[in-house]
């Protein structure tokens, strides 16, 4: 890619990170109060976005929140800038960030979905996970979302984990049967989400999910691909991990190896000494 590509795409999405913090920003200044866990979600939407540009996100904020602008204008620039599976995460975000503050009002709600048809999004997909929080229910929540991995790599959001069987997968399967990519995961605040594509063989709960969609993984569900199964515990602690690194070495007279993780990813050096694989 030519440098001037290059460039282009680095401020178009620098550009589109913007717009979607003006309409965070927007969402909670309508608010006559702001709680504490609302700006720490906030905050951990915003440290997401913005980690793979080098901008920072506090003077942003600051600027926008004293600078003055339509947010038809905003809700018009995502319309037309947003991939789908950017634009129901994004909504999946404000219903959450709504709920935070306590019940869903029906300002709230009725804000909620103006923004979904100006976004070329069916309102009724998202009633459900709004009633989910009304409710308190711990069902399976699922929404209609059309992607493929491409979708999920060159996504806004940078905090995906993608299960397969391609060999660039965060969570790898051996299992050639498998496709490539299988699902990817995802989480806003304390909530787990599942994306699955057109091909994939996931089963939640005992029933295979529903193709292209995002499903809201209940607290105390079970997750399998193929013959291997994650329970919500396991996949919170893969999703926390997904980008520490650690070394570990281990030498003494008769060996010398290192163990390295970087990411999900582990890697074996052996300096001296013999290492025998069990199994």
Known sequence: MQKSSIKDEQDRRKKTIDMVTRLYVFTLKSDSQ??????????SLLTNLFSLVDVSWESYVREIIDSEYLINDVLDYLDKHLSHLDKVRLL???????????????????EILD????????????IALIDYFE??????????????????????FSDYVIFGSASNADIRFRNTSLSAYEASLYAIDKY?????????SVV??????????????PPDSDFWIGNTQFTHSCLTKIYENRDTNDEIVFLKSSYDFVVKKRGLWYSLTVNSGTITRNG
């Open 115 to 126: 923004y979904c048809k100006q976004l070329s999004l069916y309102p009724e997909s998202f």
């Open 204 to 217: 939640i709960e005992g029933k295979t999910v529903r193709p292209n969609s995002l499903i809201l993984l």
């Open 135 to 156: 409710a308190s229910n711990n069902g399976t929540i699922s929404i209609p979302c059309e992607h493929h991995v491409s979708h999920v790599r060159h996504s806004l």
């Open 34 to 43: 702001i709680s504490s866990s609302e700006i720490s979600i906030l905050y």
């Open 92 to 110: 999946q975000s404000l219903i959450i960030l709504a709920k935070t503050a306590g019940e869903l009002r029906i300002s709230e709600i009725t």
């Open 192 to 200: 787990l989400f599942i994306g699955v594509g057109t091909h994939s």
